[in-house]
């Protein structure tokens, strides 16, 4: 999906949103084993170069309680920001920055809480890898305690958006001026994707519901309604750009769509037939913002 192509001024975003970036660190309990790698090698004939062998120097669930965590961690971001960057920064309009930050504390809390779960059975869990890497384990692979530990950390980035009146550099003031007009069309650009993502996720949720309530044979779960809802309170706080229509939009979702529960609509086949038409026009309006065919979704 594509919005019509449309220049967003990045001087106003910069007063209304920052960016933000969660990022972890872990310890990473896969070791390359050369040994192993060379009687591979040797077994079938082949050069050390063709492969080599990788052995998980433990099995903890307490690692999976640790990978959750940063995956909790990273669904609120995304849910909370508007997409930036692919390393996963985010726009954050600055309304909402302090509740950001403290769930921020809160999850980075459970995230040590979880390191330390996992640091107090690490002895334990080397220990038993010695049944399972039978000749492959070695003492030696193994870092102590406190090395573990040092590998583990969670920090939120955060920046302002970029400005080219920021731009200092010994350089001709023609290039200059060029260098500045191409940083701010790079804002200006990723602005103007970060909406699209915007109007993309309710176009989506608005043509999911559409297509389960005109399907009579598939039963129309509460989730559904109830997420298009939630979605109906929380993206226009992610409209940095303050969009008119798109705040338009969705207050006609939340009207028109969201008014009967799940329960309602499966119990009565007209209402459900009508909220389909609803929906359908509803998808139809927003493609012809968004510049995308109405039946994408």
């Known amino acids: ?112 809480s979880a390191v330390k779960q996992f640091l107090q059975v690490y002895k334990l869990r080397k220990k038993e890898a010695q049944q399972f890497l039978g000749t492959m384990y070695r003492v030696s692979d193994y870092p102590t305690v406190q090395e573990v530990a040092s590998e583990f950390s969670m920090r939120v980035l955060v920046h302002p958006i970029p400005s080219s009146g920021d731009f200092r550099i010994s350089l001709k003031g023609t290039e200059i001026a060029s260098i500045r007009k191409q940083l701010e069309g790079e804002v200006s650009d990723r602005v103007g994707q970060a909406m699209n993502d915007l109007w993309s996720r309710l176009h989506k949720a608005v043509a999911r519901l559409k297509d389960r309530l005109g399907d009579g044979d598939r039963v129309l779960k509460s989730t559904l309604v109830l997420g298009l809802r939630e979605l109906c309170e929380t993206l226009p706080q992610l409209n940095v750009m303050g969009d008119t229509e798109f705040d338009r939009i969705t207050e006609q979702i939340r009207n028109k769509l969201t008014k009967h529960t799940a329960e309602v609509l499966r119990g009565d086949t007209k209402l459900r037939q009508d909220m389909a038409n609803e929906a359908d026009k509803i998808c139809r309006k927003m493609a012809g913002f968004m510049g995308t065919d109405a039946k994408g979704g």
């Open 1 to 112: 999906m594509a919005k019509k192509d449309k220049r967003f001024n990045s001087s106003s975003v910069r007063t209304q949103a920052i960016l933000v970036c969660p990022t972890f660190t872990v310890w990473n309990p896969i070791r390359t084993d050369p040994k192993v790698s060379e009687e591979v090698a040797t077994k079938h004939k082949a050069k050390r170069r063709a492969g080599m062998y990788k052995k998980r120097l433990i099995v903890a669930p307490e690692l999976k309680i640790i990978e959750n965590t940063i995956g909790r961690t990273r669904v609120f971001h995304y849910k909370m920001t508007l997409p930036w960057d692919r390393d996963g920064t985010g726009i954050l309009p600055s309304r909402q920055y302090f509740s950001y930050m403290d769930k921020m504390r809160t999850q980075r809390s459970e995230f040590l």
